[in-house]
């Protein structure tokens, strides 16, 4: 996890991704998010999926985690995927 760690100019020149970062797929408020956003898609029959909010967790943190590497415009790094 990144979160929260500031690695600033030459203290961060990489970041490498090994695996989407999924929320827990058990967690009680992670299954019950997703049933509420499902019930609410059928309801209004359009919005957020509990499936398509999932994976936009994982790619939220991945999207995080390649920002700690370039902070600004004249920052530098690799990211492997």
Do not use: C
């Not at 509420?36 to 943190?61: I, P």
């Amino acid at each position: 996890a990144s979160e929260g760690i500031d690695f600033s100019n030459h203290k961060a020149r990489a970041v490498i991704i090994t695996g989407l970062p999924y929320p827990p797929s058990r967690d009680a408020r992670v299954v019950l998010k997703r049933r509420f956003l499902d019930k609410m898609a059928k309801y209004l029959d359009a919005g957020l999926r509990g499936d398509q909010w999932y994976q936009q967790q994982a790619s939220r943190a991945v999207n995080q985690a390649v920002g700690r590497v370039i902070r600004h415009k004249h920052d530098y790094g690799a990211i492997i995927l």
